[in-house]
Nanobody, 117 residues
Framework: QVQLVESGGGLAQPGGSLRLSCAAN????????MGWYRQGPGKERELVAR?????TTNYRDSVKDRFTISRDKNTVTLQMNSLKPEDTGVYYC?????????????WGQGTQVTVSS
C-alpha cells in the first residue's frame, strides 16, 4: 500500500516562502502523477499543482508564477513564494491517477500552512 508522508508547512508572513515535501514509501509508477491539494477554512478541497513525467505541470491560476512543483522519483516538492493569506489551509499530497479534474487514489495526512502577519 502506497503511503505518502508530508513535511514542511507552518507559519509564514505575507510575502514569505515555505517549502512542502512529500515522500512515497514505495515506488510510484512513473506514469502516475503527483501533486498537491489544499483546503482552506470553510472551502472545498482544490488542486494546487500537479506534475507528471515529462515533466508536465499544471497550476491553479491563483498560484501561477508563485508556486513551483518538482518531482524526483518518489518525492514531490512544492516551493511556495510570495505567500498570501488566502494560501492558508491544509495541504495534502496526492498521487496516482491524478488528473486536472480528479484526484489520485493516494493521499497524505495533510500539513497546515498558515499565512498571517
Amino acid at each position: 500500500q502506497v503511503q505518502l508522508v508530508e513535511s514542511g508547512g507552518g507559519l509564514a508572513q505575507p510575502g514569505g516562502s515555505l517549502r512542502l515535501s512529500c515522500a512515497a514509501n514505495e515506488r510510484i509508477h512513473m506514469l502516475y502523477a503527483m501533486g498537491w491539494y489544499r483546503q482552506g477554512p470553510g472551502k472545498e478541497r482544490e488542486l494546487v499543482a500537479r506534475i507528471v513525467s515529462g515533466p508536465t505541470t499544471n497550476y491553479r491560476d491563483s498560484v501561477k508564477d508563485r508556486f513551483t512543483i518538482s518531482r524526483d522519483k518518489n518525492t514531490v516538492t512544492l516551493q511556495m513564494n510570495s505567500l498570501k493569506p488566502e494560501d492558508t489551509g491544509v495541504y495534502y499530497c496526492n498521487a496516482g491517477e491524478l488528473t486536472p479534474s480528479r484526484p489520485g487514489q493516494y493521499w497524505g495526512q495533510g500539513t497546515q500552512v498558515t499565512v498571517s502577519s
